[in-house]
């Protein structure tokens, strides 16, 4: 029985020094399985950089729960407590379906606004056979306004509360430290306050995460705005810590805006870094799993 054993593997190797057999042929006599597709994950450790949204998605059947808070401006001194004694939030509901398919609801106190969202991956950074560089992400959102009216008498339409935004980012995890990514974004309103101001504005989103240690990273994010603003109204930097802890993420930033949601800090922001009329605040993020995994 040896002889036998001993035979086949002196043909074995002798088929593969002629090149008679491919290497993948080998794998399949010897057992092992073929290089499968591998997706890279935890290019950030939230789903939002710090304001905008990331190339980071939910796990399937995840959901997580996310409390935004920001202070008042840091330039109002002891009156104010240096921005403490304010306060703006937003409460939001992120819901994981796929490995590339989430959405989301949240509610500010910021003009009162309620929006939702959706973001879809056709693209997920990869590495394996039919793999890709960078990750593209598709979002679409919408708010509504929940502030009274203006002007109460005169015929107001629900229609004229709400404003849409839509989001393409490109991302790429370049290291297990550093990720950038690049998102053009248009946001549009169905109301505007001026007559001359436009409906449409567009602009370019850079954010990115640089990692110190195992449990915290340096994150910002930014919006180039190229037409639109209206005099008075800022490009929004927002510049933050985020600090792992199990199943909390934990973001300490300072941002010159007050708004939370895409129309608010893109279209809506007021605050200059140089004069620094920035404010802090932090994010929470609470993960929880509604749906066992598959084994």
């Known amino acids: 029985m040896r002889s036998i054993r001993k035979s086949a593997l002196l043909i074995l190797f002798s088929l593969a020094s002629t090149g008679a057999w491919s290497q993948e042929d080998l794998l399949g006599l010897l057992g092992e399985e073929k290089p ?10 939230s789903s939002r950089v710090i304001n905008a949204h ?19 401006n840091i330039d109002q001194g002891l009156k104010n407590f240096f921005g403490l004694d304010q306060a703006s939030m937003r ?3 992120d819901f994981g379906l796929r ?5 989301g609801i949240g509610r500010s106190t910021f003009k009162k606004e309620v929006d939702g969202f959706i973001k879809y991956a056709p693209i997920r950074q990869s590495k394996g056979p039919g793999s890709a560089p960078v990750t593209v ?3 679409a959102g919408m708010t509504a306004d929940g502030l009274p009216w203006a002007d109460p008498n005169r015929e107001n339409y629900f229609t004229s509360r709400l404003a849409y935004y839509f989001s393409a980012i490109i991302g790429r995890k370049f290291s297990e430290a550093f990720t950038l990514q690049v998102s053009p974004t248009v946001v549009h309103k169905n109301l505007v306050q001026l007559q001359t101001d436009a409906n449409d504005i567009m602009g370019v989103g850079v954010g990115g995460r640089l990692k110190l240690n195992k449990r915290m990273a340096l994150t910002w994010d930014y919006t ?5 603003l209206p005099d008075g109204y800022q490009n929004p930097l927002s510049v933050g810590l985020d600090i792992e802890t199990g199943g909390h993420v934990f973001q300490l930033h300072v941002s010159n805006s007050a708004g939370m949601n895409e129309r608010a800090f893109i279209t809506e922001t007021t605050g ?3 004069k ?5 605040g932090f994010n929470l993020s609470r993960m929880f799993q509604l749906k066992k995994k598959k084994s």
Do not use: C, Y
């Not at 490995?99 to 959405?103: E, F, I, T, Y």
């Not at 620094?276 to 802090?280: S, V």
């Open 36 to 45: 499968k597709k591998q997706f890279i994950k935890a290019a950030f450790k």
């Open 54 to 72: 990331s190339i980071e998605f939910l796990n399937a059947g995840t959901m997580d729960f996310r409390i935004l808070h920001r202070f008042g």
């Open 91 to 93: 409460m939001g509901f």
């Open 99 to 103: 490995p590339n398919l989430m959405v």
């Open 137 to 139: 992400a598709l979002v």
């Open 224 to 228: 180039q705005v190229f037409n639109g």
């Open 272 to 274: 200059q870094w140089g």
């Open 276 to 280: 620094g009329e920035i404010r802090a």
